[in-house]
C-alpha cells in the first residue's frame, strides 16, 4: 500500500529553519512528481511546490527563494527546506505524490501531515 | 489563476442533489481537481482533468465543465459526504485551489 509519513515539524522562531522529510513507501520518489500543499490553522489549502521526476521544480510566489524542496533516491524521501520562516509560514504541511496525467501532476495520494509553528 | 467557488457554505439533507461551482479568473481548458477534506484529514482527490473519476471514487460524485466554469456534483448525498470541498487548477504555475466549500448537514 502507497504511503507517506511526514515528519520534521515542530516550533521555531521566525527567521529560522526547519526541513521537512516525507518518507515513501512502496512506490519511487523519485520516478514520481511529488508535491508540498500546506494549510494554515482553518484556513484552506495552499499549494507550496513541485519536483518533477525529472529534476525540474516549481514553487509558490509566497515561498519562493526561501523554501527549496529536494529528494533523497537512497532514502526514497521527499525534502522540503524551509529557511527566514514567517509567522505566515504556520501551518499543516502535507506531501503528495501526484498522478500525471496529461503532464499534470494531481495529488493522489497525501500523508499525514507535519505541523510547523513559527513563534517567538 | 483565482478559482472562486460557490457557494462557500451549503446546507443539505441525506439523498439530496449537490452542486458546488468553481470559477477560474482565465480559461484553464480541463485542468482542474476536485478535493474532499474532513476535519484533522488529508485531502482526497475526487476528480482529475475536471471530469474523471478517481479510482475507488463513489459514482455518486461527479465532475463537469471546461474552460471557466466547472461543476462538482453529487447525486445522492451520504452522511460521509459532509467535509469541505476543493477545486485546484493545474493549467499554469503557480497552481491554486479555490477558497472551499463546507458541505454541513441540514
Known amino acids: 500500500e502507497v504511503q507517506l509519513v511526514e515528519s520534521g515539524g515542530g516550533l521555531v522562531q521566525p527567521g529560522g529553519s526547519l526541513r521537512l522529510s516525507c518518507a515513501a513507501s512502496?512506490?519511487?520518489?523519485?520516478?514520481?512528481?511529488m508535491s508540498w500543499v500546506r494549510q494554515a490553522p482553518g484556513k484552506g489549502l495552499e499549494w507550496v511546490s513541485v519536483?518533477?521526476?525529472?529534476?525540474?521544480?516549481y514553487y509558490a510566489d509566497s515561498v519562493k527563494g526561501r523554501f527549496t524542496i529536494s529528494r533523497d533516491k537512497s532514502k526514497n524521501t521527499l525534502y522540503l527546506q524551509m529557511n527566514s520562516l514567517r509567522a505566515e509560514d504556520t501551518a499543516m504541511y502535507y506531501c503528495?505524490?501526484?498522478?500525471?496525467?496529461?503532464?499534470?501532476?494531481?495529488?493522489?495520494?497525501w500523508g499525514q501531515g507535519s505541523l510547523v509553528t513559527v513563534s517567538s | 489563476i483565482q478559482l472562486t467557488q460557490s457557494p462557500s457554505f451549503l446546507s443539505a439533507s441525506v439523498g439530496d442533489r449537490v452542486t458546488i461551482t468553481c470559477r477560474a479568473s482565465?480559461?484553464?481548458?480541463?485542468?482542474l481537481a476536485w478535493y474532499q477534506q474532513k476535519p484533522g484529514k488529508a485531502p482526497k482527490l475526487l476528480i482529475y482533468?475536471?471530469?474523471t473519476l478517481q479510482s475507488g471514487v463513489p459514482s455518486r460524485f461527479s465532475g463537469s465543465g471546461s474552460g471557466t466554469q466547472f461543476t462538482l456534483t453529487i447525486s445522492s448525498l451520504q452522511p460521509e459526504d459532509f467535509a469541505t470541498y476543493y477545486c485546484q487548477q493545474l493549467k499554469t504555475y503557480p497552481l491554486t485551489f479555490g477558497g472551499g466549500t463546507k458541505v454541513e448537514i441540514k
Open positions: 503528495a505524490r501526484d498522478l500525471v496525467y496529461d503532464s499534470r501532476g494531481y495529488h493522489d495520494y
Open positions: 519536483i518533477y521526476s525529472g529534476g525540474s521544480t
Open positions: 512502496e512506490f519511487t520518489v523519485s520516478s514520481n512528481y
Open positions: 482565465q480559461g484553464i481548458s480541463s485542468y
Open positions: 482533468a475536471a471530469s
